[in-house]
Structures are given as C-alpha cells and as structure tokens.
C-alpha cells in the first residue's frame, strides 16, 4: 500500500515539474511533450497497479 501510495505522490510531483514548462514557454511543441510525458508515466503507474503479485 506505502509503494502505490509513495507512486501516486512521484506522479503528482512529476506533472508538477512538467507543468511548468508550458506555463512559462507556450509553444506548441513543448505542449505536446509535456503531455506525452505525463501519459507515459500515467500508463506506467497504471500498468503497475493492476499488475497483481508475480
């Protein structure tokens, strides 16, 4: 449970940091990389939730 909730609080801090790229440099490029960041570690944490035990 401390491992979901200590992922649930990197994710947090990474759209966090990724944020503020588009706030202060608007261009459309950026934009887009930042997303695609934020959904790759999203899918990620995702992926390792609902992995079950091995």
Known sequence: MTDKVLAIAALLGLIAFLITVPL???????????????????????????????
């Open 24 to 54: 202060f440099v608007p261009h459309i490029d950026l934009i887009i990389f930042t997303v695609l960041c934020v959904l790759l570690a999203a899918f990620d944490f995702w992926r390792e939730l609902f992995r079950g035990k091995r």
